[in-house]
């Protein structure tokens, strides 16, 4: 079974603040990585994707992929309220249909 | 921006009828997904489909599931008796060659 792993949260961070999700995956094939952010009632946006080990930066949004820990995380700077919503991970063999298998999600909450 | 459509937004049924949710993917797009995401739960796969035929299925999707691309622009999933267990939020998602997957608005279905 391919499982994909979140801490459901909620995770609270005050706005301004950093906020760091993780994400740790089952199947070494994983080949595609992805963060989508889903607000309540709405259908997932994505937010990045990282093929390559290392990180990938865009905007106040930083992805971090690590293969040989299995691990993906997402780094969102600056956060502000209108970040608070629920984000998930989900990966992708690079072969096939490249369907996504989803994390449960964690519930990101920014104060003011 | 391009965006994948789906109808209805909202649809009840009774248990036991025929129910088919409608998507319009992006025109250039190639590969196409049903996802369902029940209330709480994490997102799903259904099925995958590619040079209209099914190019994968998850074990959810069984004979009472089924596609159908019936003209070029939209891409259709019918599930003939519908049960309680059913009712969910159901994505359509649709993607070109090796780029990532867009998700539609959502059409959640309610089996009374």
């Known amino acids: 079974q391919k499982e994909v792993e979140q801490n459901s949260g909620p995770l609270s961070v005050p706005e301004g603040a950093i906020a760091s999700l993780n994400c740790t995956y ?35 949004f930083t992805a971090q992929l690590n293969k040989a820990s299995q691990y ?9 309220p209108s970040d608070s919503a629920t ?22 909450t920014i104060n003011p | 921006e391009p965006e994948v459509t789906q109808t209805p937004s909202h649809q009840v049924t009774q248990m036991g009828q025929e129910v088919i949710l409608r998507c319009v993917p992006i025109s250039n797009h190639l590969y196409f997904y049903w996802y369902r995401q029940i209330l709480g739960q994490k997102v799903e796969f259904l099925v995958s489909f590619y040079n209209n035929e099914i190019s994968e299925k998850s074990e959810i999707f ?9 003209d070029g622009s939209n891409f259709t999933l019918k599930i003939r008796s519908t049960k309680l267990e059913d009712s969910a939020m159901y994505f359509c998602a649709s993607r070109r060659f090796q780029e990532t997957q867009y998700f ?9």
Do not use: H
């Not at chain 1, 984000?87 to 990101?108: E, M, P």
């Open chain 2, 104 to 112: 539609g608005p959502g059409t959640r279905l309610l089996v009374l």
């Open chain 1, 72 to 80: 993906v995380s997402l780094l969102i700077r600056d956060s502000q």
């Open chain 2, 62 to 70: 069984d004979d009472q599931f089924s596609v159908e691309r019936p």
């Open chain 1, 26 to 60: 089952s199947d070494r094939g994983s080949q595609s990585f992805f963060w989508y952010r889903q607000y309540s009632g709405k259908s997932p946006e994505l937010i990045m994707f990282i093929y390559s080990n290392g990180d990938k930066e865009d905007g106040r």
């Open chain 1, 87 to 108: 984000y998930l991970c989900a990966v992708a063999l690079i072969q096939g249909a490249q369907k996504l298998v989803f994390g449960q999600g964690t519930r990101l």
